[in-house]
């Protein structure tokens, strides 16, 4: 069908914008203005009444599954005490006796966010609080760290004796007995004792969380879902969402893997689905993670933390085996992403990358998820060895008021360096990380251009040197997150040859206060020329 979209102001690149698209299917055949267009043959016109239409933001790095999972589990977001933890699990496990019956899990909640003198990380002691019935597992807001009720630990004959899986820590107290905390590979292994969630809900919370993102503007996200352990995600749910059309957005998979092993078992297997040669799913890079969080003291930090430098992070994976596991992924032709958030990560990755790479250098596109504790050296090696940056500028709303406590102002200064990315020439793209923080792209392009919390603080902005453009924002979100999924040159511009996909603002992002960016919500998603999500019916 061949759909002109008219009366826009269709944004093309800095200071260029369109007044009309004509798309025929899934692709734009013609732009300019309302009156040209409007002599050509259509079979529907669509009048977008003077909105401001982006290209289709794209969410670089976040978790679909975990989003739709939080749909039936207790909010902890929102939680400011233990006492308000324990309370709000109490009252959902009385409402919701067949979710838990087997067990509760969640994610949210964050000790920097209690009152002074009850900041510190969950225990069994405030678990049990719950229950000492039905197992518990509750993550950290970051995923890092989790807490667990002594019932979880004798369901799993943990005791003072059981040894730390590699790659995570099973924490203890001052008398050596473990005290319900568990960090990194420790936390796949503890949740494995708790039964997870059957087909049909995970199907119908992943579509949930699909149309949410649909609704937000978003038109791609590219998700860490699938592979290694995983309690909400699983190749087959999103199979069957894409094979029986319902879900329209474009699926770009992060993929884990165990090992070697593990990825050619998939790629004889489930890698030659039909549904990933055609269509809105596809498959993406292998995701490793190298560290932990900042505000979990998981972090990789070369002089470690603040007031603890003994304390320098939990590294997941040790050199050795990443080294190979890269080499490995890289020789069967895959991208290879890792979550780094300290400088050690980043630095230790690097190598490994520069170890995979022939005479041609990275071709393969291996990029640095999240990228957050930095000095310049380690920027101008990124930009350097040309690897891509996958960012989350929203962290900011939070991780401004901890990182100076945790590493430092001279390196808090040098962090999350967005500008100096941009000037560097290094690929960036912009993603949420959600449901670490909210999955609306608006925020989140605040965040870049203004560097202050939600709140409007600090006034001028956090290391404000650290600004980008809005142009610079928004390109990132776009052509960007295009570029780290090998689709520049079809996707993430208002282009004639390009995806029809766009995100029309209920404002014009190009004239308001930057202050109200973080307040825009999106109007109209558009997907291969066709209208997915309408928030106005006006339009």
Known sequence: MKRLYYNGKFYLESGKFAEAVLCDGEFITRIGQREDLKTLAFDEAIDLKGRTVLPGLNDSHCHVSAIGASYVQVDLYNCRSTQEIVEACREFIEKNPELCENGLRSMGWNQDLFAE????????????????????SLQRVCGHVTSVNTKLMEIAHVDVNTPSPEGGTIEKDEKGEPNGIFTENAIHWIESFVPGYSDEVKEEFTIRALQHAQSLGLTSVQGNEVGGPNTTGEFRIFRKIYEEGKAKIRF??????????????????????????EGRLALGPVKMFKDGSLGGYTALLKNGYRGNPENKGVPVMDYPFQESFVKGVADRGWQVITHVIGDQAAEETLDAYESSFGEEGNTLRHGLVHLQITDRALMERVAKLNITAFYQPIFLDYDMH???????????????????????????????????????????IYSAVTRCDLKGFPEGGFVPQEKVTLEQAIDAYTTGSAYCEFKEDIKGRIKEGFLADFTVLDRDIFTIKTGEIKEIKAAMTI??????FKQDETL
């Open 402 to 444: 901890i990182v100076e406590e945790r590493v430092g102002s001279e390196l808090a200064a040098t962090s999350y360096a967005f500008k100096t990315a941009e000037d560097l020439g290094i690929h960036v793209s912009y993603g949420t990380d959600a449901p670490v923080e909210s999955l609306n792209p608006f925020p989140n």
């Open 117 to 136: 003198g009850e900041r510190f990380l969950l225990t069994k002691k405030e678990l049990d609080q719950i229950s000492t019935e039905i197992p518990i």
């Open 527 to 532: 997907i291969g020329g066709e209208v997915v």
């Open 252 to 277: 770009r998979h992060q993929i884990c893997f165990d090992g070697l092993e593990d990825m050619d078992t998939f790629l004889e297997g489930e890698a030659k689905e039909p549904i990933y040669k």
